[in-house]
């Protein structure tokens, strides 16, 4: 789409309005550079004031050293694995139970779709303690095996991936499963032949945002994994670098750290712009 | 008849397999967890024995004057953070919307960027540029000939920093919401108004705030639930200091729970807490859909 309207003229609040807009845009990710360029510089020119603002002797010294004097490989393969397990266990479980809410008529439907609304505005630090003594009496504690088990079955039920995949099936017109039963294909059938190929969209708009929110989810991670530091997800071994207990007092170091667990966000960010629009829109005017 | 009654029975039990996971994977780690804490909020642990207390979990926390001051702090953040977000967030995308779409979808990008690299990066970046030794905005003081202060240790400055940052985390969502709405606005109606003579100010007068009700309602109810948990940056970022000044009630939280100073009955009822201000907010989501559905 080109410019709405065609009035060329433009007011001097708009102008200015834009002007600070661009300012603010650059403060807004002036942090992220500083993160990127620090993370390439030797441990004496990033805490040099005045500072070099850009790195001019650059240096892969601290990437090695985050893999070296730290188990970072550690923390990928533990934020990879929790991510990808539990995306996918979202996806499943939020697609099967929004196709039913929007096509399927039983007994209770309304009940849970406004126990689904409801809870979106519940968040999980609200519940934390309780659910972490849960978690432990269930013996998921310590080993790989039972921190993965921490981290990721109670994160399997979410209500914004139910509530996004009910109004991605509810964009699909009822005359077209209506249809198929006369033709006598039935409404589970219908789901796994026609519903969920027609609802890749809302499908990828799940998994990018629901694989971000468990990447991020940072507090649950930590009381997960606080025995070892094999244990930690790459944000929590991040962060776990400004504690003294770490031993590392190198910020240009924490900054590849940072760099490091924010890259493979960004990646999918810019790969699949479209499906973060779609996916935060998804529902917000209309219920 | 009958093959109907036994259609519908076919088609609830169906019904069923496809919400059942969903249903007890809720029942089991949301409304248990909560259930339970609330169960706790009653109870106090001294000596490995578990006592029944009543409310005086409760009335621990409304005597204290750090949990007093963790609440106030809470309230604080969400009433300044919250109406930034929507006057920002409507400002940046009615003066946006109706450019080239090139620029709109950069400038959403660039501000929905900090959600993307998460609390925990902004934070660990944050402290860099704050550093007292080393950092930026010591650099800036000096710069001005101001006397350089460790923004993180002095109460004055933390809580307004505290709200910067959380506002700089949140707009983009608040953007990437507002411009999407405004870009459904019809054609005619912004061409009426130019028409009429009206500049950008009416225009957002007249046309993109009222249309835009539906998202400002929307981003003031989730984005309250969003501000009111914060704990992220509080934690990296002040640790609830200097001096208890920036705690907030998920900070508090934290500490009662998992920290040096663990009274987990204290914990529970802050909890509940927090859950009776979500129950506020869902309230307020359900009068708004039947309010929609009754217009419709």
Redesign the interface.
């Known amino acids: ?7 060329g003229k433009r ?1 001097a ?2 102008t200015v ?2 002007v600070l ?2 300012l ?2 650059l ?3 002036f ?2 550079y ?2 990127v360029t ?1 993370s390439f510089k030797y441990s004496g020119d ?6 070099d603002w850009f790195p001019i002797h650059p240096t892969l010294y601290n990437y090695r050293g985050v893999f070296t004097n730290h188990p970072a490989w550690r923390w990928i393969v533990n934020s990879v694995s929790v991510t990808l397990i539990t995306t996918a266990g979202i996806v ?3 697609s ?2 929004g ?3 929007s096509k ?4 209770g ?1 309304r009940l ?1 779709f ?2 689904v ?7 999980m ?10 978690v432990t009496s269930y013996g998921w504690r310590g080993s790989v095996t039972g921190a993965y088990l921490a981290m990721i ?2 994160n ?2 979410m ?1 914004f991936g ?1 509530y996004l995949m009910k109004n991605f099936y509810d964009t699909i017109p009822d005359a077209l499963v209506e249809a198929a039963t006369l033709d006598g294909c ?3 059938r219908f ?1 796994f032949e026609i519903g969920i190929p027609l609802s890749k969209g809302g499908i990828g708009a799940l998994a990018i945002l629901a694989g ?1 929110r468990i ?2 989810n ?2 649950w991670q930590l ?1 997960n994994t606080f025995s070892s530091k094999y244990l930690y997800t790459l ?1 929590v071994g ?2 776990g670098l ?1 504690d003294t207990s770490s031993g590392e007092t190198d ?1 240009g170091l ?2 590849a750290a ?1 760099t490091v ?2 890259l493979p ?2 990646i999918i ?2 790969s699949f ?1 479209r499906f ?2 779609s996916g ?2 998804a529902g ?2 209309k ?1 | 008849m009958k093959a109907m009654t036994e259609r519908k029975l076919r ?2 039990l ?6 059942g ?3 007890v ?2 029942a089991l ?2 409304i ?3 259930f ?2 609330f169960i ?1 909020s009653l109870y106090n642990t001294k000596w490995r024995a578990t006592v029944y207390v009543g409310l005086q979990n409760y009335k621990t926390i409304f005597s204290n004057a750090t949990s007093m001051l963790a609440i106030k702090n809470s309230l604080l953040f969400v009433a300044t953070v919250v109406p930034l977000l929507i006057i920002f967030g409507i ?2 995308s009615g ?7 090139l620029y709109v ?1 950069g ?8 959600v ?14 704050l ?1 007292s ?2 950092g ?1 905005v ?2 800036f003081c ?1 710069l001005l000939g101001l006397k350089p202060v460790n923004v993180l240790a002095d109460p004055t400055y933390t809580i307004y920093l505290l709200i910067f940052i959380l506002f ?1 985390m949140n ?1 983009g ?1 608040c953007v ?2 507002y411009t ?2 405004m870009l459904s606005i019809p ?1 005619d109606l ?2 009426a108004c ?1 028409i009429d003579g009206g ?3 009416d225009m957002f007068r007249y046309i993109l705030i009222p249309l835009t009700k ?2 400002t309602i ?1 981003t003031f ?2 984005q309250t ?2 501000v ?2 914060v ?2 940056v509080i934690q ?1 970022l002040t640790r609830g200091g200097p001096n208890y000044k920036t705690t907030t009630m ?1 900070y508090l ?2 500490e009662y ?2 920290g040096n100073n663990i009274n ?1 009955g204290v ?2 009822a802050m ?1 509940v807490l ?2 009776v201000i ?1 129950l506020v ?2 309230t307020l ?2 009068v708004f ?1 039947r309010r ?2 009754e217009a419709m």
Do not use: H
């Open positions: 789409m080109k410019r709405r309207g065609s009035l007011s609040f708009d309005s834009n807009i661009i603010f845009c403060l807004s990710i942090p992220l500083w993160m620090g990033v805490v040099k004031l005045p500072p499943l479980v939020s099967a139970a196709y039913a809410l399927m008529r039983f007994i439907r849970i406004s126990f609304i409801a809870a979106l505005l519940v968040p630090e609200v519940y934390v303690l309780p659910l972490y003594k849960q079955v109670p399997l039920a209500p139910v039935g409404r589970t789901f971000i990447w991020n940072y507090l009381l944000p991040v962060a400004f910020y924490r900054m940072a667990s924010a966000l960004f960010f810019f712009q973060f629009t935060i829109t917000a005017v219920e | 088609e609830n169906s019904a069923y397999l496809f919400v996971p969903f249903v994977l809720c780690f949301i248990y967890p909560i339970r804490g706790n400002w940046i003066s946006i919307f109706d450019k080239r779409r979808s400038v959403r990008a660039v501000l929905y960027i900090p993307i690299a998460s609390m925990v990066v902004m934070s660990i970046i944050w402290r860099f540029i550093d030794q080393s930026l010591r650099y000096m700089t707009i969502q990437v919401l999407a709405d054609n912004l061409e130019r500049g950008r100010l539906n998202t929307f109810i989730t639930a969003s009111f948990k704990f992220i990296l998920m939280l934290y729970a998992f987990t914990a529970s909890g927090m859950f979500s907010l869902i989501r359900f859909i929609e559905k």
